[in-house]
């Protein structure tokens, strides 16, 4: 099984070397598969009260990591909107003042 990767840096172009870290979509499919294990353990009669606690701990576990990596993507992802919406205001702002511009010299020259 490969483990896709995010290169976090380019050794060719910085001169240091590349450090590679798993993809978010490969974790939480591979925290879903940790999680269907665990639960099936929790759930089977055969399991002994204490492995069914230690797997219980297993599933907790697993869920805080997917929730964690989860809030992890939706904060990059409301940043970047944010940083649209700055961009999409700037552009605004800057037309709204170039047309204030082109109307107070339209102003002045018919005075």
């Keep these: 099984m490969s483990v896709p990767v995010v290169r976090l840096n380019d050794s060719e172009t910085t001169g240091t070397p590349t450090i590679s870290q798993?993809?978010?979509?490969?974790?939480?499919?591979?925290?879903?598969?940790v999680l269907e294990i665990a639960m099936e353990r929790v759930t089977n009669t055969?399991?002994?009260?204490?492995?069914?606690m230690k797997w219980s701990r297993i599933v907790i576990a697993s869920g805080q990591a997917c929730n964690s990596i989860l809030r992890d993507a939706e904060i990059e992802t409301?940043?970047?909107?944010?940083?649209?919406?700055?961009?999409l205001a700037t552009v605004k702002l800057s037309d709204e003042q170039a047309d204030d511009q082109d109307g107070d010299s339209e102003t002045q020259t018919n005075d």
Excluded: I
Excluded at 25 to 30: C, D, G, H, K
Excluded at 46 to 52: D, F, I, L, M
Excluded at 78 to 87: N, R
């Design 46 to 52: 055969k399991t002994s009260a204490a492995h069914r």
């Design 78 to 87: 409301l940043k970047q909107q944010v940083k649209e919406l700055k961009e």
């Design 22 to 33: 798993p993809t978010r979509e490969w974790l939480l499919e591979r925290l879903g598969q």
